[in-house]
């Protein structure tokens, strides 16, 4: 869909939803595709309800300063820049390779596999001679990531022809010199008996907006806002909060050994021996903290799950 088919569909479900001013509307665009459940659910875990995405286009949220619409990840930062859209979410991969002149609101460290930055990765069959990008001089790269791929080779001075891959870019490892394909864990790679010679950019999803959408009062508010919420749910989503009862005598050894954000809060309970102790710790390191703490002298201890975390 080109940025003014998108405007016209925009223009055509406001007309049909009735006469809400644009300029108390937020126009959101959300990636469609392998990223499409990932922010569905982020939205989830910060308050907000999406339905329809699965089906529409136009999704619904139950927020009704916000209009949301479907976009695969490649075009959003072309959209947010041309103004069809107010704000939207992308990969950093994808503002490098359209060169698009947008606003950053902020990194969120989510994806469909893991919450690990994402890799464009320079990769060759196990069996090729192929040791070190500077070895492909003269050859023939396929990626879906052409523009950054060519200014990857051009740095570093290295005469290849870069082609445009439509897909299943594993395979066609074989068939050219080398591909620069996006991996998380590198899985895919492995199964195909590739090995990565290098890394040509890494990438996170990023929230961005429009320059004049970012001048604009109320817009950038709801921006803001939002900012704030969807990171909140992130940072959330590798933490728990762990509460337990403490003794006195044993109160110096358990805070000795709790890895707080800042500090823990410590509460008098109504046994003026006791106090209230309340963290919120990595998930990662929980499994091995509750025995400390129970062989520290804590009891009670409860763990629970957190929605938002905001620093």
């Not at 320079?122 to 879906?144: C, H, M, R």
């Not at 309970?269 to 509750?290: C, F, N, T, W």
Request: hydrophobic share 40%.
């Amino acid at each position: 869909m080109s940025p003014k088919k998108t405007e016209q569909a925009f223009a055509e479900k406001k007309t049909n939803e009735g006469s809400r001013s644009s300029a108390s509307i937020l126009k959101l665009g959300i990636p469609k595709g392998s990223l499409q459940n990932a922010t569905v659910d982020l939205f989830a875990r910060a308050g907000f309800s999406v339905t329809g995405a699965d089906r529409s286009y136009f999704p619904q949220i139950d927020d009704p300063q916000i209009q949301l619409i479907l976009l695969r990840a490649q075009e959003i930062s072309r959209y947010v820049e041309a103004g069809v859209l107010d704000a939207g979410f992308t990969g950093y991969d994808w503002i490098m390779e359209n060169n698009s002149n947008v606003h950053e609101v902020c990194p969120l460290e989510y994806s469909k596999a893991t919450s690990s930055p994402a890799r464009w990765v320079l990769a060759v069959p196990n069996e090729s001679a192929v040791q070190k990008p500077e070895d492909l001089e003269g050859g023939i790269v396929a990626t879906e990531l052409v523009g950054v791929t060519k200014r990857y080779f051009r740095r570093k001075k290295i005469g290849v022809k870069v082609e445009f891959s439509w897909g299943a870019t594993e395979v066609k490892a074989r068939l050219v010199d080398a591909i620069v394909e996006l991996t998380e864990t590198g899985s895919s790679l492995r199964a195909n008996n590739l090995r990565i010679i290098d890394t040509v950019l890494i990438s996170t999803t990023r929230f961005i907006a429009n320059q004049q959408a970012w001048k604009n009062p109320f817009k950038r508010q709801k921006i803001e806002s939002l900012a704030i919420l969807l990171k909140a749910a992130i940072d959330a989503k590798t933490l728990v909060g762990v509460k337990m009862n403490v003794s006195k005598k044993d109160l110096p050894t358990v805070l000795q050994i709790l890895p707080a954000e800042k500090s823990p809060t410590v509460s008098p309970l109504a046994d003026s021996e006791y106090s209230a102790v309340e963290i919120v710790v990595d998930e990662k390191v929980e499994r091995d903290l509750i025995p400390r703490l129970k062989r520290a002298g804590a009891s009670g201890i409860i763990t629970y799950s957190l929605k938002k975390v905001i620093h």
